[in-house]
Structures are given as C-alpha cells and as structure tokens.
Antibody
Framework: EVQLVESGGGLVQPGGSLRLSCAAS????????MHWVRQAPGKGLVWVSR????????NYAASVKGRFTISRDNAKNTLYLQMNSLRAEDTAVYYC?????????????WGQGTMVTVSS | DIQMTQSPSSLSASVGDRVTITCRAS??????LNWYQQKPGKAPKLLIS???SLQSGVPSRFSGSGSGTDFTLTITGLQPEDFAAYYC?????????FGQGTKVEIK
C-alpha cells in the first residue's frame, strides 16, 4: 500500500524547535519530489516547502524561509522538516505530500498529518 | 507568487443538486490546476489533476474544466459523501499556492 506517515508533532514553546518526519512506503521514494503543507485550525491549506528527488534543491514559503529546513534520507525512505524559532502562527496540522510529475505535479498521496502547537 | 481565488467560499446545496465552484489564477497557469476534497479531520484527497483529469476511483459526477486563468469544478448530482471542503491548487510555479477553499454544506 502506498503510504505516508508523519510523526514528531507536539506542543512547543515560542522560539523552540521541532523536527517532523514523514515515513514513506509502497513506492520508490527516491524517485519523487516531496512537499510539506500546513493547515492552521479552521483555516485553509498552505504550501510550506518542497524538495527534489535527490535532495539537492529546496524551496520554501516566505513565511518559513530561514527558520524551516526540509531534507530527506532516501536510504530510510523518510522526509523531514526541521522547524526552528517557532511562532504561535506556525500552529497547524502539517502534512507531507507526494508530487507526481505525470499528473502535472499534483499532490496525489498525503499523510494523515501531525499537529504542531506553539504556545507558552 | 500566483494568487488563487476560489468562489464561493461556502455554499449550501441539497442531495442531487448540481454544484459549481470556480477558481481564478492571478496569471495564466496553462492547465496546471488541481482540485482536492477534504473532509473534517482528514487529509486532502486529489480529485482532479491537470484541470480536467479525473483521478482513478473518483466518481464521474466530478468534473473539471478550464485553462489559462479560469477553472471550474462541477459536481453533477451531489451525494451525501460530497459534503466537504474543496481546494484548487496551481502547480505551474513555486510556491504551489492553494485557493482559500469552498465549503459545501447540506441545505
């Protein structure tokens, strides 16, 4: 079964750090670009970051650039999001998603999400 | 950045109704437009890619059209399981922006 499973969310104080993980299974992880998307409580979807298949190229939303770092370990079939200098406005469910070039780069597989709460 | 504007932000409809949601891009995105469905507490699900390509397993009552800057998602014969939020997304350029969403509620 093709699957993405996020972990690592939780409660963190403002200014703190957290690392999210996304474990992939059921497909050739190293062949796909991957993304992080977040959703604040009661709000819409917001794209956060992207990494290419070998990890050599990354992009970030302006709101997280310089604070978040996306990375991947293709040997472990795992995507990461290192989040530093967290702010209250980073509170959201974070989803990882697979980008499929044959579908015009649509996000065809999503994880179940992991909740990050930034609060004192 | 390309801005995606969906309308309406919410709508009330009855089972069996025909529902249309529109999405407008701030610049031409060719057919790099996708539609997602999201139910409460669940991850988004890809319905349509490349403006009009229905994903495998998605009921044929869903359809998409458009190119350039104006796009439409149509649900013909709304079913109880279709009450959800719907998002458009452009994958023409980075950042991969989403519309603000349309919530389809039961009338």
């Amino acid at each position: 079964e093709v699957q993405l499973v996020e972990s690592g969310g939780g409660l963190v104080q403002p200014g703190g750090s957290l690392r999210l993980s996304c474990a992939a299974s059921g497909f050739t992880f190293r062949s796909y670009w991957m993304h992080w998307v977040r959703q604040a409580p009661g709000k819409g979807l917001v794209w956060v970051s992207r990494i290419n298949s070998d990890g050599s190229s990354t992009n970030y939303a302006a709101s997280v650039k310089g604070r978040f770092t996306i990375s991947r370990d293709n040997a472990k079939n795992t995507l990461y999001l290192q989040m530093n200098s967290l702010r209250a406005e980073d509170t959201a469910v974070y989803y990882c998603a697979r980008d499929t070039v044959t579908l015009n780069d649509a996000f065809d597989i999503w994880g179940q999400g992991t909740m990050v709460t930034v609060s004192s | 950045d390309i801005q995606m504007t969906q309308s309406p932000s919410s709508l009330s409809a009855s089972v069996g109704d025909r529902v249309t949601i529109t999405c407008r891009a701030s610049q031409s995105i060719s057919s790099y437009l996708n539609w997602y469905q999201q139910k409460p507490g669940k991850a988004p699900k890809l319905l349509i890619s490349a403006a009009s390509s229905l994903q495998s397993g998605v009921p044929s009552r869903f359809s998409g059209s458009g190119s350039g800057t104006d796009f439409t998602l149509t649900i013909t014969g709304l079913q109880p399981e279709d009450f959800a939020a719907y998002y458009c997304q452009q994958t023409y350029s980075t950042p991969r922006t989403f519309g603000q969403g349309t919530k389809v509620e039961i009338k």
